[in-house]
Each structure stands twice: as C-alpha cells, then as structure tokens.
C-alpha cells in the first residue's frame, strides 16, 4: 500500500469553491495546440454590454414590450421573441444511451515507439504528447440521473492527433452484454425505463431487463461483473477500462496484429458500497463529476495508463476463446498488458453543453496503423455512431463544432447541411476533374493516406454467429473464481437487491438457474435472499482464477480521499493545525465540518474556517472522518451529528481519526474491535499513522 502518488501538478489553481463562478482565466492549463484552436472560440460576456444576437445593444431584459403598463404585449418585440424562443430550443436530443457523462482535457504521452506494431504517427516517439478530450458517462439513466447508480460506465477518449481525430471508446468491464450489434437494442430497450410510466430510473433492478439476461444467457457475464465491485465505482479517477472490442494494429510493412485496448488508472481501482452507493445517489446526484472537477482544480491530475494486449493474426485460433467475442475477456496472465503511454487530465471543461454534451465519439475515427477485426459488435457500432451524431446535433457538420474538430485541416468535396461554418470559396466540389486539377486529391499509402487492411475474407451471406462463441459461462465462472471473499460477499448482496425488486418470480427463478452454472453456493444463497427456490443445475467445470480480475491488488493513496473533519469550538489548536498539515502534505483533501458555517474557535482564540454543516453535508459523503468534537449552542445535536458520523464511517469500514478530547464518541465494546480507528491520546505519531489509515480504505476485518 502507498501513502500517496506523485503531488500535484498545479497546486493553487482552484480549491474548495471550485463551484463558484469563475472566469476564463481560472480554466486556463497547460499550453497544447487543441486549447489554442479551441480559443478562438472561448467567449467573456462578464462587462461588456448586453445585445441581440445581431449585436444590437439592448435598453431593457426584464419586461416585454407592452401597449400601456397595463396593456397587452405586442408582436413587434423581437427581443422578447429572441431570448424566448433560443430559450425552447436550448436542449438538443440527449444520447439513448450515456447521456449522463462530463469531460475533461487532458494530454496523452507515449511511453515508447510502437513502430513494431503499428505506424499511428502518435505511438512513434517516446514522449511525444497528443491533445485529448475525455468523457465518461453512465449507460441507463437519462441526463438527469445520478452519477452513482450500479451501472456500466463508458469512458470516450478524443486524441487529437496530428493525423487526424482519433477516438478510443472503452468501458469499465472488459466483457460486454452482446455478442452482435443486432442485439444492442433489445439489450438496451430491457434495460431502460417502461414505455407505460418511465420508470425505473438508471437502475436495472427491474423484471423486464433479468427477463433478458436469463433468456440471453451471453449477457449474464457482463451483468455478473456489474453485480459486483465494479459496477459503482468510487470515482472516475479510479476507473478502470477496456475497448472490449478486437481492433488491429497494422505497422509500415503491412503486417497487422489484433489489439484491444485498457486504461489503468493511477490511482488504483476502487469501488464504493451498495448502501453508499444508493445514499449518495439522492444527496448528491453530481458526487462523480464533483470528485472529478474538485481533483483537476486541486492540480491532482488524474492520471491513466494506457495498455495493448497483442495477439498475432497466425495465434487467432490457439485460444480457449475466441479472440473476436465481445462476450469474452484476454486474460493478462495469458495476454499481458503492455503499457505504452499515461494520459492526464489536467483542464476543466468551461461549458458543459459546448464540450462535454456536443462531443461526438465514433470508433470508425481512427487513423493510420489502426484498423478494425471482424469483431460483429464493432462492425455494427462503424455505422450506429456516425447516424446517432446525425440526429443528436441536428446536421452533417457537427464535425466542425470546435469540440470535434481535428487540429490538423480537412478538405474534401461534402457541402451545405444545417450550420454549414465553412465557407468553401472553390466552386468545384467532385472528385475527378480537370477544372481544379483534380482537387482536393488523393493521398498515396506511402505519404499518410489511410489504407485498410487487405484481410482475406470469404463465405457465404448468413445470419448466424461462430459457434465459438456459444460458451456463455466458462468465463463469469473464472471471475467470480478471481474474486476475494469480500468481493464474492458484495457481488452476492448486488445480485440479491437487483433481482430482489423484480416482482415476477419466474424472472428470479430462471436467474437463480444461470447464475448456479457459474457457482451453484452463490446461486443458493442468493435464492434464499430472494425467495425462490435454489437450483439443480451444476457449476462448469471451469477453476482458474485471475489475480488481474480482481480489486484486491490495486493500488491504494491517501492521496486525493476526502477527510471529514468534525469540529466545534474550543479545539486544541496545535493537536489539530499538526493533524490537518500532515494530512495537507499527504495529499488528502479536507472538508472542515461543523454545525454551523461560522468560524470554528480554538481554546486559544485562534480559528478555522467551516466549509460544511451537519445539515449541508453526510457521512457519506467522506472516506474518512477525524472526530474533534468541541462545544456548540445547541450541545446535544451537535454530540448526536458526530455520533451519527462516526456510526456510518464505523459501519462502512471506513478509516477514523480520534483527537484527544474525543474519545468518548468511539469507546470499544465486546461487539468490536475498532479496526482502523487510530487515537491521537499520547500517541505522538497520530497524523503518520492516520494517514496510513486513510491509505488503507476499508477495514473488512472490522467487527
């Protein structure tokens, strides 16, 4: 376990009122060529004067042009007709799926050159930096859901490269639900909301979406890794993600190689509780995007290293898989990850709708050295995201929005549609022509035009799929082998609640059925939580196990977790100024919380500024707390909110901190054994140890 990862990049530039307003100038990073493009279109309207979209200065906002005080309002205000009707039209289609997402920049750095493999012009040279633009996102809830619900998470990389945009779409489980595209709409029409009432909202703890997975078995794996650990996430700084489709990479000579792509984040791989999970969701829908927004000001750049598991075209056939399924994981111990670059994330978006809703991914974007397999899920997805582009932002050229423009220039013959920025002055736009000297022309492979593959293809035109892709639970059966016991446990209590909701008892009947062929003790126990009756099918005969699947190796920080700290006045100043430097130097982030948001007085007369009350804030809120305690007006309700704190940081393995004069909120019983609660009463290394703690996370042995 490591206390804390490198120290931040750019300490300083925002802090706690990183929600405040701020100006341009408070967005403003690291120099790269996308920021420089993208400031040519970076607007201020603080101080300057209020206009029509015509420019024309305005006298009055507030009332419409009326005929008398009293009269009726009148047809000629264009004004009010502006503002009104841009006003209607704000909101543009959200995604069917992955609306709920937030962005940020960031800058991709090659570990070493790739030429082996591939000759996409940014894998060439060690150190050579690449402009990227990344989202993340959930997959049920619409726009207006909340960021913490059990979900699959998708995470849209845009490298703006030198060769043109290319786009790395990839999600937080290396499998996913279907093995054809075919398939995606009925997986997602399952999982969403009813047509009769909308409800339920992002969650698929419902009949209709295990109605799906237990007559589409191929999907129960991708579900059985939502179901655990992984399908809430604590952040999206740890945050693990795999491209799940099979790509190739293709070198100078022609020779192509198959590839799938996974991002490790720094931090480590961590996950939060169901209950906290759920909690967070109602008290703050926005946790995610705070956490990740709050990181970036703070110049703690979440950082992401970029992996490749290569398999050569001759080695297609010579696995227990199959190398094109979806459905299907590359074991690392079998396929290691080669690390060949880190992206950081180092600036804030300034307008969400600009950026991070206007964002257009597409896998088909993708440039020199890297091409696509016949992987049946990612022919599908070639064609669906372009269209899904055509209709969300209303026209052909959304690739010139500054968001998706590449930095290097295109030219081509396409014209006119919707919005058209461009204005093309050559009055030739064909291809093959004498007028314009045959321009814009063709680029030759050997001077950067892009070339596909020639892979052999043949056979006859069939709906059907491989029949080696037909093991559906081999592989859920190595996962859940991979899983330490606490994970087994929380996987148990996400299948339970889930399938628990669902109110038809053949739909949990049937699940229990399919999940006894994964693991027929996990099946029982999850019957028995939801009232069925427990299977007779038997287990496959499948018992490796994979340390790569589970969370249990991950890295762990200090750094970057949120400290709750519980405070009133008459604190001792030294014991607690040492306590918050040691945390400072440590890289934890601290939210000071009282009842109050007055200044906190120390038993000197020093103070503390409050960033939080008891009623503006919740235990759930923090991975930590550090008990002061103190005095406040009203005594008792001030005792019972840091009691309530330390319950649901106690109950939740949470590590805890103790001053000296607060003991009396955490006394040890015969029913526990206080486990991660480190005293600061003669204990002149509290601060160290306490970090250690905070690094720690969770204490599972707590009783």
């Known amino acids: ?77 264009y004004q009010y007709f502006e503002k009104m009707t841009h006003f209607l039209r704000e909101e543009i289609p959200e995604r069917v799926v992955h609306a709920r997402g937030y962005g940020a920049y960031g800058e991709f ?74 398939k995606f709409p009925d997986v997602i029409h399952a999982y969403q909301a009813k047509s009769d009432d909308g409800i339920p909202t992002a969650t698929g703890a419902h009949d209709r979406f295990w109605d799906y997975v237990a007559n589409n078995q191929e999907a129960l794996h991708m579900t059985l890794w939502v179901m655990s650990d992984r399908g809430i996430l604590r952040s999206y700084r740890m945050m693990e993600s795999w491209s799940i489709n099979t790509y190739l990479f293709v070198n100078a000579e022609g020779v192509a190689t198959f590839v799938r792509f996974v991002w490790k984040p720094v931090l480590g791989v961590h996950s939060l509780l169901q209950d906290e999970a759920i909690k967070i969701g109602g008290i703050d829908p926005d946790f995610h995007r705070r956490d990740l927004r709050e990181a970036i000001d703070k110049g703690y750049y979440p950082e992401y290293e970029l992996g490749v598991q290569l398999i050569s075209m001759e080695d297609e056939f010579n696995f227990d ?4 399924d979806p459905a299907k994981f590359w074991p690392e ?28 991914f597409n896998p088909g974007n993708v440039v020199p050295g890297i091409d696509f397999s016949n ?47 461009r204005i093309d002055t050559d009055q ?19 001077e950067g035009g892009y070339e596909y593959y020639p ?120 014991e607690v100024g040492r306590t918050l430097a040691t945390l400072k130097e440590n890289g934890v982030f601290v939210a000071i919380i009282s009842d109050t948001l007055n200044p906190v007085q120390a038993s000197d007369g020093s103070t503390l500024k409050v960033d939080e009350t008891f009623i ?41 901190g103790v001053a000296s004069g607060a003991n009396h909120f955490v006394q040890a019983t015969q029913q526990n054994n206080l486990a991660g609660v480190v005293f600061a009463a003669n204990n002149p290394n509290f601060g160290e140890e306490f970090v250690e703690a905070i690094g720690t996370m969770r204490f599972w042995n707590r009783t």
């Open 321 to 324: 898989f199959d190398v094109l």
């Open 616 to 656: 503006t804030y919740s235990p759930y809120l923090v991975d930590s707390v550090y008990v002061v305690g103190g005095t406040a007006k009203n005594q008792q309700k001030f005792d019972r909110d840091i009691v309530e704190f330390v319950r649901v940081a106690y109950t939740h393995f949470k590590p805890i």
């Open 1 to 77: 376990m490591d206390r804390f990862p490198p120290g931040p990049e750019n300490e300083g530039q925002g802090g706690e009122g990183s929600d405040d307003y701020k100006g341009l100038e408070a967005f403003e990073g690291p120099d790269n060529p996308k920021q420089e493009q993208l400031d040519e279109y970076r607007i201020r309207n603080t101080g300057n004067p209020m206009t029509t979209n015509a420019s024309v200065k305005r006298a009055g906002d507030s009332e419409q042009l009326k005929a008398g005080v009293r009269g009726p309002a009148l047809r000629q205000d």
């Open 333 to 360: 111990e079998i396929v290691p990850v080669k690390l060949i670059g880190k992206m950081t994330l180092n600036r804030n978006i300034s307008n969400e709708h600009a950026e991070s809703e206007q964002v257009a």
């Open 455 to 574: 892979q052999y293809v043949e056979g006859h035109k069939i709906r059907a799929r491989s029949e080696s892709f037909n093991d559906w639970f081999s592989q859920p059966r190595i996962f859940w082998n991979s899983l330490t016991p606490i994970e087994k446990q929380h996987t148990i209590e996400g299948l339970s609640y889930q399938l628990g909701r669902c109110r038809n008892v053949s739909v949990r009947e049937q699940n229990v059925d399919i999940l006894a062929k994964v693991d027929e003790g996990m099946a029982a126990v999850v019957a028995d939580n939801i009232g069925v009756r427990r299977s007779n099918n038997s287990q496959v005969p499948a018992e490796e196990r994979y340390n790569s699947l589970s969370q249990y190796s991950t890295p762990k920080y200090a750094a970057t977790q949120k400290v709750g700290v519980l405070i009133g006045d008459g604190y001792d100043s030294q």
């Open 428 to 446: 030739v736009n064909y291809h093959q022509n004498s007028l314009a000297d045959n321009t814009p022309y063709t680029v030759p492979v050997e």
């Open 109 to 182: 750095e090659c570990y070493e050159s790739m030429a082996e493999f591939t000759k996409a012009g940014f894998l060439q040279e060690p150190g050579k930096k690449t402009p990227t633009f990344v989202r993340f996102s959930t997959v049920q809830g619409p726009r207006g859901s909340y960021d913490t619900a059990r979900d699959l998470r998708c995470k849209g990389v845009k490298f703006y490269t030198e060769e043109g945009n290319y786009d790395l779409t990839t999600i937080a489980m290396p499998v996913l639900i279907n093995q054809d595209a075919m």
């Open 375 to 421: 992987d049946p899920v990612l022919q599908g997805r070639l064609m669906a995201y372009q269209d899904t582009q055509y209709h969300r932002l209303g026209s052909n050229n959304f690739q010139d929005l500054p968001i998706n423009r590449p930095l290097c220039p295109f030219t081509n013959n396409t014209r006119r549609g919707y919005m058209r920025y």
